[in-house]
């Protein structure tokens, strides 16, 4: 089995109101339960924005200086996420696929490197 991340920009979501919020919870939680039936989810969690961010930090010097923000250069944002353990691309897909419909905004899917992988290849570039 291989670990897929499937997630969304925040930018890709439009302004919900509360109720639009709940409705959207309420869309997608058959399908997140479906995947935890199955036992292919590792982990799921929406609702990250701006607010949710609890520090920065980078290197200076070789230390690293957290700060309060900004953060990024950009208006993206993880949106949220679901990490899936499945047999191949494909059934990833699938699950990106129900949640895309189920939510009605875009999903991306991303394949971890497997056990004892690093995902970067030996002159140092991934």
Not at 11 to 34: C, G, L, S, Y
Not at 107 to 112: A, D, G, I, K, L
Request: proline share 6%; with cysteine; aromatic share 8%.
């Amino acid at each position: 089995m291989t670990q897929y991340l499937i997630a969304f920009n925040d930018e890709w979501v439009p302004e919900h109101t509360a109720e639009q919020a709940r409705a959207k919870d309420a869309a997608v939680r058959p399908v997140i339960e479906e995947m935890r039936a199955q036992g292919v989810l590792v982990f799921a969690n929406g609702g990250l924005d701006r607010s949710t961010v609890v520090c920065g930090v980078e290197p200076v010097d070789g230390q690293p200086v957290f700060t309060d923000g900004p953060y990024v250069e950009t208006k993206e944002h993880l949106g949220g996420l679901v990490v899936v353990d499945v047999p191949d691309d494909a059934a990833a897909r699938r699950w990106a696929g129900r949640l895309a419909a189920a939510l009605d905004w875009p999903q991306e899917v991303h394949r971890f490197a497997g056990p004892g992988q690093t995902g970067w290849n030996g002159s140092g570039e991934r």
